[in-house]
Nanobody, 123 residues
Framework: QLQLVESGGGLVQPGGSLRLSCAASGFTLDNYAIGWFRQAPGKEREWVSC????????YYSDSVKGRFTVSRDNAKNTVYLQMNSLKPEDTAVYYCARRRNSCSQRTGLYESWGQGTQVTVSS
């Protein structure tokens, strides 16, 4: 069964760190860009980051640039999102999704969305 599964979310204090994982099953990540998105209550889903397929170029939204790092381990068929210096405004459900080859910031161009993992930043 083709799916993406996110994990690693939780409750963390401001300034803390979390590492999210996006594990693929039923297909190999090699030929896909993987995007990370988040959705806070009452807000639209927004693009956060993306890592391309063959070149592993990485891209970040302005709101997370310098704090988040996306990486991939094709041997483990998993993409990671390392989140440092977390802020309360980072609180959201985080999702990963795939797109053939290249990255995009457009939510509608991605497929095979995971179920999401909750990240809560609060003291």
């Amino acid at each position: 069964q083709l799916q993406l599964v996110e994990s690693g979310g939780g409750l963390v204090q401001p300034g803390g760190s979390l590492r999210l994982s996006c594990a693929a099953s039923g297909f190999t990540l090699d030929n896909y860009a993987i995007g990370w998105f988040r959705q806070a209550p009452g807000k639209e889903r927004e693009w956060v980051s993306c890592i391309s397929s063959s070149t592993s170029n990485t891209y970040y939204s302005d709101s997370v640039k310098g704090r988040f790092t996306v990486s991939r381990d094709n041997a483990k068929n998993t993409v990671y999102l390392q989140m440092n210096s977390l802020k309360p405004e980072d609180t959201a459900v985080y999702y990963c999704a795939r797109r053939r080859n290249s990255c995009s910031q457009r939510t509608g161009l991605y497929e095979s969305w995971g179920q999401g993992t909750q990240v809560t930043v609060s003291s």
